[in-house]
């Protein structure tokens, strides 16, 4: 499959996924309201991560025609989904209020039996930030992705230079 399509897939694959958690874990409002609800407050949050994950697998199918010896989808996929979990996870927290999410409700009260009061209210009160630091994460390991691909790109347009100049 061509990258860009593969990457555009796995991105709406991924914002399906996020709005299907949100769904199921919102028997309280109807799914068009959740939705609604989960659009209004994480918006940036939604397609920020439907467009890192995109981009990932793009890089990662892009280094696989280039023949890249780099280790790019272990690395890269290791470090975008868990920071997309987490930043998925920080995320519902800002729609408790709202209704949505109740599943979540159930989390949070569990949060402090395993980290702590002090921390859990800490990661309440900024899950917001920490989602959106998920996803500067998530752009980050990207974008060290796309300038080892492009080192890697340049070492073999040399060795390929060097070649066609000994034959």
């Not at 010896?69 to 272990?74: A, Q, Y």
Request: hydrophobic share 50%; proline share 3%; glycine share 10%.
């Amino acid at each position: 499959m061509r990258p860009i399509l593969k990457s555009i897939l796995v991105g709406v694959l991924t914002i399906v996924i996020y709005l299907s958690v949100v769904v199921i874990t919102t028997p309280a409002l109807g799914p068009f309201d959740a939705i609604n609800a989960a659009f209004q407050l994480n918006a940036i949050v939604i397609f920020g991560m439907g467009i890192g994950v995109g981009l990932q697998i793009f890089l990662s199918e892009k280094s696989k025609l280039f023949g890249c010896k780099l280790d790019v989808k272990k690395k890269a996929f290791g470090g975008n989904s868990g920071s997309t979990a987490a930043t998925s996870f920080f995320s519902f927290f800002s729609l408790v209020p709202l209704g949505c999410c109740g599943w979540w409700l159930y989390a949070l009260s569990l949060l402090p039996s395993v980290v702590g009061t002090g921390v859990s209210a800490i990661l309440i009160e900024h899950s917001q930030t920490l989602a959106y630091l998920g996803l500067a994460i998530i752009f980050g390991f990207n974008g060290l992705t796309a300038l080892k691909l492009r080192k890697e790109k340049k070492v073999q347009l040399k060795t390929k230079l060097t070649d066609s100049q000994i034959n």
